[in-house]
């Protein structure tokens, strides 16, 4: 195998977008990123990079385990890297009493409050 292959035909071999011209424009969009610094679709890819990809998935956090540039079965391009990303915390729950009406002002701030500013 080569020694490293171009980032848009790498994050289309592993199936982080549906086209390579999807991954392509990601990059040139930021969304693909080495270090926290933003990377061109020209670019070489190689094994042990972590890779920080926005995808309409979310936020995914790769590690480079191998390289294709032909895209294949999906369990063979999830082969290509582990995901490192975080699990997702689990949105806390806000009850109210059952016929309480519709939230007032104050009840809402309290409820952002308790949710950190997500509503």
Known sequence: ???GVRLDKWLWAAR????????????GA???KLN???????????????????????KKI??????SDQRGAAPVARLLYDDLTPPELP???VFRDAGA???TKRDRRQMEKILGGRS
């Open 101 to 103: 009406g519709r939230p």
């Open 30 to 32: 930021g969304h693909v």
């Open 36 to 58: 926290g610094d933003g990377l061109k679709a020209s670019r070489d890819v190689k094994v042990g990079e972590v890779l920080e990809v926005h995808t309409a998935g979310g």
């Open 91 to 93: 949105m806390p729950r």
């Open 16 to 27: 982080m977008f549906k086209t390579r011209s999807q991954a392509s424009d990601a990059c």
């Open 1 to 3: 195998m080569a020694d």
């Open 62 to 67: 790769l590690l480079v385990k191998a390289i």
